[in-house]
Nanobody, 116 residues
Framework: QVQVVESGGGLVQAGGSLRLSCATS????????VGWYREAPGKEREFVAD???????KYADSVLGRFTISRDMAKNTVYLQMNSLKAEDTAVYYC??????????WGQGTQVTVSS
């Protein structure tokens, strides 16, 4: 019943921008947190940004000031605006939607490649 689908990834040059989208299940589902994580080759999955149902936000230090997370509750969609991209941002980006502290659902991931 719950689905999480990312989109918007692609190839971009260093200094460029991308906007990722995370579409979650319909309006009947309310998530307490929706977060973005990324996994680079050979590295562990790491936290990038998070937004709560009350629109509180949190960012990893590595992306603070460059990335912005937001949500459109009517569309059940969370966005990650990525500016001033660096080669180090290259990774598969995953969306995670959580209900409470025990339940969460992962998307399939979308590839972001930054060339330099």
């Amino acid at each position: 019943q719950v689905q999480v689908v990312e989109s918007g990834g692609g190839l971009v040059q260093a200094g460029g921008s991308l906007r990722l989208s995370c579409a979650t299940s319909g309006s009947h589902y309310v998530f307490d947190h929706v977060g973005w994580y990324r996994e680079a080759p050979g590295k562990e999955r790491e936290f990038v940004a998070d937004i709560t149902s009350g629109n509180g936000t949190k960012y990893a230090d590595s992306v603070l000031g460059r990335f912005t997370i937001s949500r459109d509750m009517a569309k059940n969609t969370v966005y990650l605006q990525m500016n001033s991209l660096k080669a180090e941002d290259t990774a598969v980006y995953y969306c995670n939607a959580a209900r409470g502290s025990w339940l969460s659902w992962w998307g399939q991931g979308t590839q972001v490649t930054v060339s330099s």
